[in-house]
C-alpha cells in the first residue's frame, strides 16, 4: 500500500502566501517525479509544478515566478510554495507522485485525496 496525505490547504486573500506539503508513505523503494496539480469547479484537472529526483522542476506558465517547489528524499515529501495567490488559483490541488514499490518493479502514478485552496479578492 502507498499513500500521499497532502496538508496545509485553506483560505487567503489575494496576495497572500500558502504551504502546502504532500507526504508519501506505504511499501515505497523508490520515487521518481513527484508534482502539483489543480482542478477548478469545471474545469479540468491541470498540472501546476513538477520536481524530479534529481531536482529539475517545471511550471505552468500561470505560477512561474510565484510557486515553488521542493522535495525532501529522506522523508518523501514534496512542497509547494505559493506566493502572491490570486483569485483564480483558487481550486483543489493534488500531489501526484511517480512510485516504484521494488528494485524491479516499474514506476506507478499515485495521488493524494486532494486539498482545497480558496484566494478571495
Known amino acids: 500500500q502507498v499513500r500521499l496525505v497532502e496538508s496545509g490547504g485553506g483560505l487567503v486573500q489575494a496576495g497572500g502566501s500558502l504551504t502546502l506539503s504532500c507526504a508519501a508513505s506505504?511499501?515505497?523503494?523508490?520515487?521518481?517525479?513527484m508534482g502539483w496539480y489543480r482542478q477548478a469547479p469545471g474545469k479540468q484537472r491541470e498540472l501546476v509544478a513538477t520536481i524530479i529526483s534529481g531536482g529539475p522542476t517545471g511550471y505552468a506558465d500561470s505560477v512561474k515566478g510565484r510557486f515553488a517547489i521542493s522535495r525532501d528524499n529522506a522523508k518523501n515529501t514534496v512542497y509547494l510554495q505559493m506566493n502572491n495567490l490570486k483569485p483564480e488559483d483558487t481550486a483543489v490541488y493534488y500531489c501526484?507522485?511517480?512510485?516504484?514499490?521494488?528494485?524491479?518493479?516499474?514506476?506507478?502514478?499515485?495521488w493524494g485525496q486532494g486539498t482545497q485552496v480558496t484566494v478571495s479578492s
Open positions: 501526484n507522485a511517480q512510485i516504484s514499490r521494488t528494485a524491479t518493479s516499474t514506476w506507478s502514478s499515485y
Open positions: 506505504g511499501n515505497i523503494f523508490s520515487i521518481n517525479t
